[in-house]
């Protein structure tokens, strides 16, 4: 019971051709799920505006103004603080997203690999603490019934995002994990269907997610 079922890899393909398949893996414009079937776009840039997520074109905005996920940053001679577009839609079967968040690694001054987890984009109101973090969505699985609902999260998601933390001298990399609102876990379906009793530290409840191929940023 420590392991989840197994995920969906996705490809954005020009065309659904063999030809288009490899492209698409070769340029590694490519993302993951832990199984539900989320749809997730991400595009790193120059020029973005806070207000571009939201335009119907946005996607063909992304491609022709930035990159999209598996690509390196574009070089600029003016250097700035790179903005992202995000959007990720829920899968039409499954659970409402809880967050979109932008995952950022480097290595610091000391030769060290860094992480850091950003919240770009919440399901639900009023989930931001007085000081500066985030409070878990709230959970409306019933364990005994195997059940849950879409009364909480978000159906679709959308994100503008630029680093606070931002160092044009030391390169980098961006990808974004969504995970969806808690679930019921394959533990959970398999107690009630079977009628089994699993150990207490058998998890019950799983969110889960999708993963972006990165975009790098080189100094």
Same mark, same amino acid.
């Given at each position: 019971?420590?392991?989840?079922?197994?995920?969906?890899? +996705?490809?954005? +393909?020009?065309?659904?051709?063999?030809?288009?398949?490899?492209?698409?893996?070769?340029?590694?414009?490519?993302?993951?799920?832990?199984?539900?079937?989320?749809?997730?776009?991400?595009?790193?840039?120059?020029?973005?505006?806070?207000?571009?997520? =939201?335009?119907?074109?946005?996607?063909? !905005?992304?491609?022709?103004?930035?990159?999209?996920?598996?690509?390196?940053?574009?070089?600029?001679? $003016? &250097?700035?603080?790179?903005?992202? @577009?995000?959007?990720? !839609?829920?899968?039409?079967?499954?659970?409402? /997203?809880?967050?979109?968040?932008?995952?950022?690694?480097?290595?610091?001054?000391?030769?060290?690999?860094?992480?850091?987890?950003?919240?770009?984009?919440?399901?639900? $109101?009023? &989930?931001?603490?007085? @000081?500066?973090?985030?409070?878990?969505?709230?959970?409306?699985?019933?364990?005994?019934?195997?059940?849950?609902?879409?009364?909480?999260?978000?159906?679709? /998601? !959308?994100?503008?995002?630029?680093?606070?933390?931002? *160092?044009?001298?030391?390169?980098?990399?961006? =990808?974004?994990?969504? !995970?969806?609102?808690?679930?019921?876990?394959?533990?959970? =379906? *398999?107690?009630?269907?079977? $009628?089994? $009793?699993?150990?207490?530290? +058998?998890?019950?409840?799983?969110?889960?997610?999708?993963?972006?191929?990165?975009?790098?940023?080189?100094?």
């Amino acid at each position: 019971w420590d392991f989840v079922a197994s995920g969906y890899a +996705a490809v954005w +393909a020009q065309e659904n051709s063999r030809a288009a398949l490899f492209d698409a893996m070769r340029r590694k414009e490519v993302y993951a799920t832990t199984g539900p079937r989320i749809t997730l776009r991400f595009f790193g840039g120059w020029n973005f505006e806070a207000e571009d997520v =939201y335009r119907p074109d946005a996607v063909r !905005l992304g491609y022709r103004e930035g990159v999209p996920m598996g690509s390196d940053f574009p070089a600029r001679s $003016e &250097r700035g603080v790179p903005p992202f @577009l995000v959007s990720a !839609l829920k899968d039409p079967r499954g659970a409402h /997203l809880d967050r979109i968040q932008i995952v950022k690694g480097w290595i610091d001054q000391n030769g060290e690999a860094q992480e850091k987890v950003y919240d770009v984009a919440l399901g639900g $109101e009023k &989930r931001k603490g007085w @000081l500066g973090g985030v409070r878990p969505i709230a959970s409306s699985v019933d364990i005994a019934d195997a059940s849950y609902s879409n009364k909480v999260g978000a159906a679709e /998601l !959308l994100g503008y995002f630029k680093d606070p933390d931002f *160092d044009a001298s030391r390169d980098a990399f961006y =990808y974004v994990r969504v !995970l969806e609102i808690p679930t019921p876990r394959w533990t959970a =379906y *398999d107690a009630k269907r079977f $009628e089994l $009793e699993l150990p207490d530290d +058998a998890p019950m409840v799983v969110q889960d997610r999708a993963y972006s191929s990165p975009i790098w940023y080189s100094a």
